[in-house]
């Protein structure tokens, strides 16, 4: 009997298990793809820990999903079975008894295809940690994922594989202040005096930097006091709070971090091509020369100018740099919740990588510096898992808007969309977007409804219980996206603003109306090399309507096919101009509230 019984256990269940299941299944690898297919909720993980055990269990569970789908046992089983009976017996009661109690603990999902991950219905941490990393020029196929070629980006992968990545996240304009401002307080640039702009040092507008009679600072504007970050708000609610990188919204002593809601600062008040060098990288010497007028590129810690970045060997350190900042700040505050906003300084040009980069990728420079943010992802996510902080923390990454496409192979991709930075069509708005919560956000979804980078300030606020600003905001509650609620559609419409006021596009569900306007454009002229710009093009756009759902890129005008559709969009942004202006049909909106202003001309 203990022969047959032998027999029975290593001869009857792999026939039973090749009945259902290919042979290569059972080696060591398939066993393991096998327990991978098992859902990974809490009490799965949590109950059974020993991966041996998983296998165990897995392989029980194919010998009896086999048994119920009705195979069919060659002669050797049966002859087997009809020695032991009893054991036959016991053991499939057993296997039954298992499989029951391994359906009850994974909320009966083991059926579940992998590919659809089941919808996750945790409640919230209300004080997870957040990191929020936000890029610079950065194009929406500038990841491995999003389709960039020759080089590789896998610690983002990773945070893909962990996490939700949206195909239609937005940036709220296509510059760096006003993008910044409206991710940071939630609201359309705009409606804060803050819209079209990249402000310059002293908190200067380009109207100003580039007049001819352009001596020195003049009046300056920036961040208005007012107007609540999301700093702020996680401050009221026990949270220290850090951004490390670029600022973007005025350098001057009132406009800077500390006095907006942020216990930390370490970084560049602006954007990094605004210091007196030259494109090759040589100081400029020549008086007429715009640049000249600059002041040596800061470093800011707290409210002090700490070093200055000079040339293009210290540019190539400012991410290393900021990766240690990052990890200093997340190892000593580990014990308490933290915002750790990381505001890379690349990839906005000049572009510039540390000496263990250099050659990294198949795509020169550009590819060199991708890694380069690629491996400054990976030592947060490292230092993040080392504090045990791994499971607590909301990670969020985005970019201001799409890539400088006049600067050619150092200037990134706009993914096949049309036109870039400073532009409303899609290439200049539309951002990858990646978001990881565990326990709360699905592992290895998409999501491809709407969202933009200002709908991120209720969104925590959502998260952590708290209210949100007193002065209106425009973005919304995007959680349940996160959640994966199938039904979940928080954000139907999105105004697309540039310069001071004007808009120039409303995308409702899946068409986008533009509206007639003149604009820049990188089509039908040829881009510079090796971090020289190209030129512009100008051009002019009349009214058309395009199906983003089939024509992402913007290349068939279906107005005259869809009357119905331009009339109900049209009647949205009347209500858009009543409320936030419009200087393209000279509407002043009713809405809209002042930035803050440094006052120095007399």
Same mark, same amino acid.
């Given at each position: 009997?203990?022969?047959?019984?032998?027999?029975?256990? @290593?001869?009857?269940?792999?026939?039973?298990?090749?009945?259902?299941?290919?042979?290569?299944?059972? /080696?060591?690898?398939?066993?393991?793809?096998?327990?991978?297919?098992?859902?990974?909720?809490?009490?799965?993980? %949590?109950?059974? @820990? &020993?991966?041996?055990?998983?296998?165990?269990?897995?392989?029980?569970?194919?010998?009896?999903?086999?048994?119920?789908?009705?195979?069919?046992?060659?002669?050797?089983?049966?002859?087997?079975? &009809?020695?032991?009976?009893?054991?036959?017996?016991?053991?499939?009661?057993?296997?039954?008894?298992?499989?029951?109690?391994?359906?009850?603990?994974?909320?009966?999902?083991?059926?579940?295809?992998?590919?659809?991950?089941?919808?996750?219905?945790?409640?919230?941490?209300?004080?997870?940690?957040?990191?929020?990393?936000?890029?610079?020029?950065?194009?929406?196929?500038?990841?491995?994922?999003?389709?960039?070629?020759?080089?590789?980006?896998?610690?983002?992968?990773? =945070?893909?594989?962990?996490?939700?990545?949206?195909?239609?996240?937005?940036?709220?304009?296509?510059?760096?202040?006003?993008?910044?401002?409206? =991710?940071?307080?939630?609201?359309?640039?705009?409606?804060?005096?803050?819209?079209?702009?990249?402000?310059?040092?002293?908190?200067?507008?380009?109207?100003?930097?580039?007049?001819?009679?352009?001596?020195?600072?003049?009046?300056?504007?920036?961040?208005?006091?007012?107007?609540?970050?999301?700093?702020?708000?996680?401050?009221?609610?026990?949270?220290?709070?850090?951004?490390?990188?670029?600022?973007?919204?005025?350098?001057?002593?009132?406009?800077?971090?500390?006095?907006?809601?942020?216990?930390?600062?370490?970084?560049?008040? +602006?954007?990094?091509?605004?210091?007196? %060098?030259?494109?090759?990288?040589?100081?400029?010497?020549?008086?007429?020369?715009?640049? /000249?007028?600059?002041?040596?590129?800061?470093?800011?810690?707290?409210?002090?100018?700490?070093?200055?970045?000079?040339?293009?060997?210290?540019?190539?350190?400012?991410?290393?740099?900021?990766?240690?900042?990052?990890?200093?700040?997340?190892?000593?505050?580990?014990?308490?919740?933290?915002? #750790?906003?990381?505001?890379?300084?690349?990839?906005?040009?000049?572009?510039?990588?540390?000496?263990?980069? @250099?050659?990294?990728?198949?795509?020169?420079?550009?590819?060199?510096?991708?890694?380069?943010?690629? $491996?400054?992802?990976?030592?947060?996510?490292?230092?993040?898992?080392?504090?045990?902080?791994?499971?607590?923390?909301?990670?969020?990454?985005?970019?201001?808007?799409?890539? $400088?496409?006049?600067?050619?192979?150092?200037?990134?991709?706009?993914?096949? =969309?049309?036109?870039? @930075?400073?532009?409303?069509?899609?290439?200049?708005?539309?951002?990858?977007?990646?978001?990881? $919560?565990?326990?709360?956000?699905?592992?290895?979804?998409?999501?491809?409804?709407?969202?933009?980078?200002?709908?991120? =300030?209720?969104?925590?606020?959502?998260?952590?219980?708290?209210?949100?600003?007193?002065?209106?905001?425009?973005?919304?509650?995007?959680?349940?996206?996160?959640?994966?609620?199938?039904?979940? &559609?928080?954000?139907?419409? #999105?105004?697309?603003?540039?310069?001071?006021?004007?808009?120039?596009?409303?995308?409702?569900?899946? $068409?986008?109306?533009?509206?007639?306007?003149?604009?820049?454009?990188?089509?039908?002229?040829?881009?510079?090399?090796?971090?020289?710009?190209?030129? +512009?093009?100008?051009?002019?756009?009349?009214?058309?309507? +395009?199906?983003?759902?089939?024509?992402?890129?913007?290349?068939?005008?279906?107005?005259?096919?869809?009357?119905?559709?331009?009339?109900?969009?049209?009647?949205?942004?009347?209500?858009?101009?009543?409320?936030?202006?419009? &200087?393209?049909?000279?509407?002043?909106?009713?809405?809209?509230?002042?930035?803050?202003?440094?006052?120095?001309?007399?």
């Amino acid at each position: 009997m203990k022969k047959n019984n032998n027999i029975f256990r @290593k001869e009857t269940i792999r026939q039973l298990g090749r009945a259902v299941f290919p042979k290569r299944l059972f /080696s060591k690898n398939g066993l393991k793809g096998i327990a991978r297919f098992l859902p990974r909720q809490k009490p799965w993980s %949590v109950g059974i @820990k &020993n991966m041996k055990l998983k296998y165990v269990i897995t392989l029980i569970l194919i010998t009896t999903i086999g048994v119920i789908l009705g195979f069919k046992p060659n002669d050797k089983i049966m002859k087997n079975f &009809n020695k032991n009976k009893k054991a036959g017996a016991v053991f499939f009661t057993i296997a039954s008894l298992v499989l029951i109690s391994t359906m009850l603990l994974t909320n009966g999902s083991i059926f579940a295809q992998r590919a659809i991950p089941s919808r996750v219905t945790d409640s919230p941490n209300k004080t997870p940690n957040i990191v929020i990393i936000n890029m610079d020029d950065m194009g929406y196929g500038d990841l491995d994922s999003y389709g960039a070629i020759d080089y590789k980006t896998p610690n983002l992968d990773k =945070l893909e594989d962990r996490g939700m990545r949206f195909t239609n996240f937005y940036a709220v304009q296509p510059i760096c202040t006003s993008s910044r401002v409206g =991710l940071l307080t939630g609201t359309y640039p705009n409606r804060i005096g803050l819209g079209g702009m990249a402000l310059f040092p002293h908190s200067e507008t380009a109207n100003e930097v580039f007049s001819k009679n352009f001596k020195g600072p003049h009046n300056g504007i920036g961040i208005n006091k007012k107007d609540e970050t999301i700093g702020g708000m996680l401050k009221k609610k026990g949270y220290v709070t850090a951004i490390i990188g670029k600022w973007g919204l005025g350098d001057d002593y009132k406009f800077l971090p500390m006095q907006h809601g942020f216990d930390y600062y370490y970084g560049i008040p +602006y954007s990094n091509d605004m210091w007196p %060098v030259n494109y090759d990288g040589t100081p400029v010497t020549n008086p007429n020369n715009r640049k /000249s007028k600059f002041p040596p590129l800061p470093i800011i810690e707290g409210n002090k100018i700490v070093r200055y970045v000079r040339n293009l060997q210290q540019m190539g350190m400012v991410t290393t740099w900021y990766t240690q900042k990052a990890i200093s700040f997340i190892n000593k505050n580990k014990n308490r919740p933290f915002l #750790l906003y990381i505001a890379h300084t690349m990839v906005h040009v000049p572009i510039a990588v540390s000496p263990e980069f @250099k050659g990294k990728s198949h795509q020169g420079l550009y590819g060199d510096v991708m890694m380069y943010i690629d $491996w400054s992802v990976g030592q947060v996510m490292k230092t993040l898992k080392n504090d045990g902080l791994a499971k607590n923390t909301l990670i969020i990454f985005t970019s201001d808007n799409g890539p $400088w496409l006049n600067f050619g192979n150092h200037a990134g991709s706009a993914g096949g =969309l049309r036109e870039g @930075k400073g532009d409303t069509f899609e290439g200049g708005m539309k951002e990858p977007t990646i978001f990881v $919560w565990p326990g709360v956000i699905p592992d290895g979804t998409i999501c491809n409804k709407l969202a933009c980078n200002i709908d991120i =300030l209720p969104t925590l606020a959502a998260i952590i219980g708290a209210p949100l600003p007193k002065l209106r905001i425009d973005g919304v509650n995007i959680l349940p996206l996160l959640k994966g609620e199938p039904n979940a &559609n928080p954000r139907h419409v #999105l105004y697309y603003y540039y310069h001071r006021d004007d808009l120039m596009a409303v995308r409702s569900g899946r $068409w986008k109306l533009i509206f007639p306007h003149k604009y820049v454009s990188y089509e039908g002229v040829l881009p510079g090399e090796n971090g020289f710009p190209g030129k +512009y093009n100008h051009k002019t756009t009349g009214l058309a309507l +395009y199906n983003l759902r089939r024509d992402p890129g913007e290349h068939y005008d279906v107005k005259a096919l869809h009357p119905d559709i331009v009339k109900e969009i049209e009647a949205i942004a009347k209500k858009a101009r009543e409320d936030l202006g419009d &200087n393209l049909t000279g509407v002043k909106g009713k809405n809209r509230r002042p930035p803050g202003r440094i006052i120095r001309d007399k």
